[in-house]
């Protein structure tokens, strides 16, 4: 295997070695200008590299090709056109034009749009994005696309992040000229997503409706073994889970996704998979096209891989840390503190860009996350509350506080870490200690966004991401530009800007309470729920700072704050009205039955004689009874509320009555429930327990 590794990487992917070795000279020549200089790709050159494309993708098996996009939905999408062209001999020859791979025309109206089609009367199209390579999965050839309408709005998630790398591209590079970087042509933004997910068995899954509808358990009882022993993290791996893991790495390399880093997580039956980073676009396809692959491979395992952000109530829950930094073309981070960081004013200056932005648009980036699903981690113990703050460690915050302060901070004395094994070097001490609670970690060399949901489409946290530090940077570009004194003006403007964002850097605890008291304190905002954060995002700075970058246009951003509202509530509905057909069909005729033969005992134990006692019966009979009642009332109410929604109101009110009399109704009836299951015979309950779910891989 070991051997092959390299050979299979990539495998499927039309990638540089591909194109170099397949397109003729000047073919190659022109496509890598289109992708590295986005030049335009003249449809003569087009026509060579898709007859060059179906001709590798035949070899490697595929019949079909399919622009594939990513929609507002969440998912990706596809359209499976065969390659077949029919001859006048009744025959058919593989064809593939130019025309077809530049543009094709998918129906757009299946698409969430936030009402923009309505608007503009558009019909959708997809464009190849050649920063992305074409790849070969399964009989088709996927061609990485752009998704918009005519009247030129844009109807999916990748083209405003292709924007924002640009607009972010654009403002640092007027930063590294005043620093006199004159070789440089764009700057990148990278990511590498850390990937959280379950696996549970598939047999078991199948008799769960709610994790079939919704991703999550909306009942369960909390198992007598949790994860309270923290034997699993970095723990042995299961054979079965080893399996799956190894083939889930096949697959993935085989498309060029450098999946590297497998291990367990702090649940029982969670894992995590992280890729080494790349361009924040591609990143994202990779990711997307991860999340798919793992769902697949899990099924030829006997397992269900589940992406949901909390599947199990009182267990850890699933975050995709989303680590982002920028760097140069010519390969330089640009978030590498190097040896001294004060005396680094460069990387000091990018510091400061992204303290202020991630200050000034705490908002913004906080409901990036906002999701259904994602309610249910953030705040909750394994996860960052919902308060934006930035963690930076000792070394930097020593460093801030000096140009704060005018002092001259002595070189950083490398620390060095004593392994107290004598053959092991000592190395050095990562520059930031590990803290584990904050939202956003400085890691070294680049920033750790951790309240990202693992369900979550990553282009979304990086649109925010890239526009909101462009602006910062366009900002300090404006203000430097034209300065007598460079250096004497940078520094000023770092120490301004330090002292008036102080506020967003925390390196504390920030699970704590004391915590939570703090930030109301310093101001920060702290909106605990979608149905609080999402209205935001159509704010009037929130607008302008999307609409001066050219990520989206205002009518673009009121239309995708409405998508991501209506996800809420569609989510929500769907979680109520699951809820309420597994308690009325499944859960109560269940109890019921147990309760009968309960009663059956009782009668029976009395037919034998008046003196046996009956009362460990009739108590659990009596609890029974009451319990039951009492969840029939609930469910009720449940359906009742459901009832109540006023269709007629705003998106952003009826979300709010989703979040709160809905899902306080969801729980209510779930807190009986729970407890009805731990006093229902195993043989009668009708779904299998977190239990099982847990610990049968
Ligand atoms: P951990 O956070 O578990 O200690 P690492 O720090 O090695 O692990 O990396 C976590 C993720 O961050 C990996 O996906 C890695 O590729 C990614 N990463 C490392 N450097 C960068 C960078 N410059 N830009 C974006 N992501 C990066
Ligand atoms: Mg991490």
């Given amino acids: 295997m070991e051997a092959n590794v390299t050979e299979l990487f990539g495998s499927s992917v039309f990638n540089e070695a591909v194109m170099r070795e397949r397109l003729p000279k000047d073919v190659y020549k022109s496509l890598k200008r289109t992708i590295d200089k986005k030049e335009h790709l003249e449809s003569s050159i087009a026509e060579v590299v898709a007859n060059a494309m179906k001709e590798w993708a035949l070899e490697k098996g595929a019949t079909h090709y399919t622009h594939w996009f990513q929609p507002m939905t969440g998912i990706t999408a596809e359209k499976h056109d065969s390659f077949i062209s029919p001859t006048s001999d009744g025959r058919v020859i593989m064809e593939f034009s130019g025309k077809e791979l530049i543009k094709g025309e998918p129906d757009a109206s299946s698409f969430p749009s936030g009402g923009l089609r309505a608007t503009f009367e558009a019909r959708g199209y997809t464009a190849w994005d050649p920063s992305s390579y074409a790849f070969v999965k399964e009989d088709t050839l996927y061609i990485p696309t752009v998704f918009c309408s005519y009247s030129g709005e844009v109807l999916d998630k990748k083209t405003p992040l292709l924007r924002s790398m640009d607009a972010l591209s654009e403002q640092a590079i007027r930063i590294l000229r005043m620093f006199g970087n ?44 949790g994860q309270e022993l923290e034997d699993h993290y970095f723990g042995n791996i299961k054979e079965r889970v080893k399996s799956y893991m190894r083939e889930l790495d096949e697959e993935l390399w085989k498309l060029g996704i450098s999946a590297k880093t497998e291990h367990n997580e702090v649940a029982p039956a969670q894992h995590e998979l992280a890729p080494i980073f790349d361009t924040s676009n591609v990143a994202s396809d990779h990711n997307q096209l991860t999340m798919e692959l793992m769902k697949k491979v899990a099924k030829r395992h006997g ?63 906080r409901l990036s996350v906002a999701t259904a699903g994602n309610d249910h981690r953030l705040g909750a113990n394994e996860a960052p509350p919902a308060i934006i703050s930035m963690f930076v460690g000792d070394q930097l915050d020593e460093a801030i506080n000096a140009i704060k302060n005018d002092e001259k901070v002595e070189a950083a004395k490398a620390a060095k870490l004593e392994t107290g094994v004598e053959i092991l070097p000592a190395f050095r ?35 925010v991401l890239n526009t909101v530090v462009a602006e910062t940077l366009k900002q300090f570009a404006d203000e430097l530009s034209g300065a007598d004194d460079f250096e004497g003006a940078v520094r000023k403007l770092i120490k301004k800007t330090f002292k008036e964002h102080e506020k967003i850097i925390f390196n504390g605890n920030n ?34 700072v999307f609409v001066n970058h050219n990520v989206f246009s205002e009518a673009e951003v009121v239309s995708r704050c409405e998508i991501l509202i209506e996800n809420y509530i569609k989510a929500l509905n769907i979680e109520a009205l699951t809820m309420s057909s597994m308690a009325r069909r499944e859960i109560l005729p269940a109890v019921i039955e147990f309760t009968a033969s309960v009663c059956d005992a009782i009668a029976a134990k009395k037919a034998v004689s ?22 029939s009332v609930k469910i009720d109410a449940l359906d009742e509320a459901l009832k109540n929604v006023d269709e007629n109101a705003d998106a952003a009110k009826q979300a709010e009555y989703y979040g709160k009399v809905v899902l306080g109704a969801m729980e209510e009836l779930r807190a009986d429930v729970d407890e009805l299951e731990t006093i229902v015979s195993a043989e009668y309950w009708p779904m299998p327990t977190y239990s099982e779910l847990l610990f049968n891989v």
């Avoid at 070789?183 to 379950?198: D, H, L």
């Avoid at 309470?513 to 109301?520: G, K, P, S, T």
């Fill in 303 to 365: 397992l269900e891989c589940l992406l949901h952000e909390k599947p199990f109530a009182g267990v850890n829950g699933s975050g995709k840390h989303n680590n982002w930094s920028i760097s140069t073309d010519d390969g330089k981070n640009l978030l590498d503190p190097g040896k001294n960081p004060a005396d680094n004013l460069q990387f000091m200056t990018f510091l400061a860009a992204v303290v202020k932005a991630v200050d000034d648009y705490a908002v913004l980036i």
């Fill in 511 to 544: 699970y704590s309470d004391e915590w939570v008291a703090e930030a109301e304190k310093r101001g920060l905002p702290n909106l605990k729920t979608s149905y609080e954060a999402l209205p935001h995002f159509a704010d009037k700075e929130n607008v302008a």
């Fill in 429 to 463: 001490k990562d520059t930031t200690d590990r803290n584990r609670t904050s939202p956003f970690a400085f890691t070294g060399n680049k920033f750790e966004f951790r309240m990202v949901g693992s369900a979550l489409n990553i282009s979304g946290v990086n649109i």
């Fill in 610 to 631: 008046d003196t046996l006692d009956v009362s460990a019966e009739t108590k659990l009979a009596d609890k029974l009874s009451k319990l039951t009642a009492s969840a």
């Fill in 182 to 225: 004159t070789t440089s042509n764009q700057v990148i933004t990278t990511v590498g997503p850390e990937q959280e997910y379950f696996l549970v068995d598939a047999e078991l899954y199948k008799q769960r409706k709610d994790l079939i509808f919704t991703g999550r358990t909306l009942f369960g009882a909390k198992p007598p073994k």
